[in-house]
């Protein structure tokens, strides 16, 4: 039968005996040599080795043969294309060329190795334990005794025939390292591994988790417990002397076999009033212990007096009301809740020896600016106490404004930043932004975002701006009216509760009472001029005192409140506002 299996009986008879009877599959493995077909009745045609198909009869010709028959004969070169070798073997390469006529074995052959020509020819070889043979018979072999790291590359060989055609071909040399459980450089050493761990010629035994030691058979990992039950407290109905107690056992394993579990009690074992420890203990065969203990506890039976029933029950009742009714009073009075736990529990911090409660950051010549010194700026210091520092009556004249601003926010316990359109667009209101986070980050003050118009849908928001948006709270100017005088005055609780607890809400003895409207608003009052006027007077005569030493750069007479346009000179000693 072909192409599937069958079966029959075999028997052996010694003796005219049967001694052994029994069944044999039969699976038959193809046709006879020379034949092919379905019934293996058909004459293979294929010549010079070649291999015939057994169900239709195609032929697999050898190195040097083409054609249906393989019967046609053809120039070929052949080489292995990879050849894995480890440390210390016997490497033999050999390249067979067929129906190739050559002239000189010796010079028609050449090997290469990673492109360089090997001169077998005046035995030069490239170390010591190489050697080519080049063979009348066809073909020539190229043999490294002891092979050793550098022997790994491509090896070419190329034949010339008597036509002066030349034939090339390359193959693939891998060096694999060294042989089974062997390491070191010249891989003389002995690994030996234990417990899974792999040989590596660089290290020799590399251990898994758990295990140590040249060949890793040190156990170092203790037996892990999975489950250990949880304290079980009984108090059972009837009086007995003992009480049966069950649980589930905690799961043990470890990493080596070796491994041995013991404990005190047993699910099912019966235990008496009182508290019993429960403990297990594993070994492994490295000695590492793990422990796992709980307890039982067998109370009498007994109960609770009536009176103590009661209270206990009244008491769930209100903690029950409690959690219903709590909820909703915590958010109608939460900002009253929050405004009492600020007041009580926030430090005082007018004992740190800075001059201000706030900075005012805000742009000139805005709308902004009339809010900061018509409404926030009475507001905070005469009805609030606070102190606030501002460009026009705090900044010392004459001093660069970088300097002002840098000194003022050092000596300022909060940065209040009056956001608007026109602040993320000013450069100087930038610069205090980068300041007052910079002392934000090293916890030496607090920033207040005060959103006077709404800026977040603004795309040229500068990253330091976004950044004290993204990550703090800002508080919004609801402005003024009937309709928002609640919202104004819960604005107003809001920002007091951010500004600095202080023990005395007023001005201490020796500081300016609180700013009046003429003396901070610019160019509203002949005082806050005659004062800047007077100054510039005291300045030009130390100018002449000095000779004309000093230019005088540029002298401006209506004193502008606008610092963001203030232009530093580069070429003057000093500029005189």
Not at 352 to 363: N, T
Not at 512 to 522: G, I, M, V
Request: net charge negative.
């Amino acid at each position: 039968m072909v192409g599937g299996t069958d079966s029959g009986t075999c028997e052996i008879v010694f003796n005219e005996l049967i001694v052994l009877n029994g069944e044999i599959d039969f699976v038959p493995q193809g046709c006879p040599s020379g034949k092919y077909g379905f019934k293996c009745e058909d004459d293979c045609i294929c010549q010079n080795g070649a291999a015939c198909h057994p169900f239709n009869g195609a032929c697999r010709c050898t190195s040097g043969w083409t054609g249906p028959a393989c019967d046609i004969a053809v120039k070929e070169l052949v080489l292995p294309k990879v050849t894995h070798v480890v440390y210390g073997e016997i490497l033999n390469l050999i390249c067979y060329h067929y129906n190739m006529l050559i002239r000189n074995a010796k010079r028609g052959v050449r090997w290469y190795r990673n492109g360089t020509y090997i001169d077998s020819e005046h035995d030069v070889y490239p170390r010591p334990m190489m050697r080519i043979h080049n063979s009348n018979e066809g073909y020539s072999s190229l043999t490294i005794t002891g092979v050793v790291d550098s022997d790994a590359g491509v090896y070419s060989c190329e034949v010339t025939d008597m036509t002066g055609q030349t034939h090339r071909t390359s193959g693939q040399v891998v060096f694999d390292g060294c042989l089974v459980n062997k390491w070191g450089e010249t891989c003389e050493e002995v690994c030996n591994c234990q417990n899974e761990a792999p040989c590596i010629r660089s290290e020799g035994c590399v251990c898994r988790a758990g295990w140590n030691g040249t060949t890793c058979s040190q156990d170092i990992q203790a037996p892990t417990i999975k489950g250990c039950p949880g304290d079980i407290v009984l108090t059972p109905d009837k009086k007995h002397s003992n009480f049966t107690v069950t649980w589930k056992e905690p799961i043990i394993t470890d990493n080596s076999v070796q491994l041995s579990v013991t404990s005190n009690a047993n699910p099912g074992d019966r235990f008496e009033y009182g508290k019993h420890t429960v403990s297990y203990e594993a070994i492994d065969g490295g000695g590492n212990t793990a422990t796992c203990q709980f307890e039982v506890d067998v109370k009498k039976p007994g109960g609770l007096p009536k009176p103590v029933i009661g209270g206990l029950s009244g008491l769930a009742f209100l903690l029950c009301l409690l959690c219903v009714v709590g909820p909703y009073l915590g958010y109608k009075y939460r900002h009253e809740i929050q405004t009492i736990i600020a007041d009580k529990l926030h430090p005082y911090e007018d004992d740190d020896g800075r001059r201000f409660d706030a900075f005012i950051s805000v742009k000139g010549d805005t709308p902004d600016e009339v809010f900061a010194y018509r409404t926030l700026l009475p507001t905070l210091e005469k009805k609030y106490g606070f102190r606030l520092c501002l460009h026009h009556r705090d900044f010392v004249i004459g001093e660069a404004i970088v300097e002002n601003i840098i000194t003022s926010i050092k000596d300022s316990r909060r940065t209040i930043l009056i956001l608007s359109p026109a602040f993320v667009e000013s450069e100087w209101c930038d610069y205090e932004v980068l300041m007052a986070h910079k002392e934000m980050i090293g916890l030496k003050q607090k920033l207040i975002p005060l959103m006077f118009e709404d800026i977040t849908g603004l795309e040229n928001i500068r990253p330091s701006l976004q950044s004290i948006l993204n990550t703090i709270t800002y508080i919004s100017w609801p402005g003024e009216g009937d309709i928002n005088e609640k919202e104004v005055d819960k604005f107003w609780k809001r920002l007091v509760k951010a500004m600095p607890r202080k023990r005395k809400q007023s001005p201490p003895d020796g500081e300016l009472p609180a700013a009046r409207l003429d003396d901070t608003l610019p160019n509203s009052s002949s005082t806050f001029i005659e004062r800047i006027s007077t100054h510039v007077r005291n300045l030009s005569k130390r100018l002449k005192r000095n000779n004309g030493r000093y230019a005088r750069c540029r002298t401006v007479s209506d004193v502008s409140a606008d610092f963001d346009n203030t232009a530093l000179i580069p070429n003057c000693s000093g500029v005189i506002v």
